[in-house]
């Protein structure tokens, strides 16, 4: 099956900094991949995700890049702000299995006000 | 807000118990996950089920049991046979159940519930 590595696994900034979290993915044929926020005591929740052909998407402060050739992909949040302090999870949806989603361990986001 | 329920918020259970984990969904979503949540294990996937009355194995199936009997349902039985039980469970559905389909899967999850064994 798909095997998604995500790094770091904590991340501190200052307030007003880009926080930038990176996925790989070793599926070729994996064709979405989601990013989910889970702030402390709730649930995961989508946050942005990008298909297999788009290189990139923006939403407002949060954008996400894919380099298919590389297989990887990378979280890229601008002027962070406390309340994106949270954990960051990124996955990927394998090409050769119905449905499912595989998930990256997480990475803690600490914004310093 | 509504749309995926699950109880109890927070279990406890003596060790050799079965414990059942209810999750429910109002989203006439086709398909349904359960995942563990473990410190710096991220989600790892239990069971799955695409439709009603089918179900795989995830990742760590061992020692848990699921059933789909109705669309809006997927109960987990947590089973003495589970070694190390004591995890937060996230129940999940999505409307698609085909990767070549046109929706996104995305992931809606529940609120979750604390299993603690003592």
Known sequence: ?113 | DGGITQSPKYLFRKEGQNVTLSCEQNLNHDAMYWYRQDPGQGLRLIYYSQIVNDFQKGDIAEGYSVSREKKESFPLTVTSAQKNPTAFYLCASSRDRLAGGTNTGELFFGEGSRLTVL
């Open chain 1, 1 to 113: 099956g798909e095997n998604v590595e995500q790094h770091p696994s904590t991340l501190s900034v200052q307030e007003g900094d880009s926080a930038v979290i990176k996925c790989t993915y070793s599926d070729s044929a994996s064709n979405y991949f989601p990013w989910y926020k889970q702030e402390l005591g709730k649930r995961p929740q989508l946050i942005i995700d990008i298909r297999s052909n788009v290189g990139e998407k923006k939403d407002q402060r949060i954008a996400v890049t894919l380099n298919k050739t590389a297989k990887h992909f990378s979280l890229h949040i601008t002027e962070t702000q406390p309340e994106d302090s949270a954990v960051y999870f990124c996955a990927a949806r394998g090409g050769s299995t119905l449905g499912r989603l595989y998930f990256g361990r997480g990475t803690q986001l600490t914004v310093w006000p």
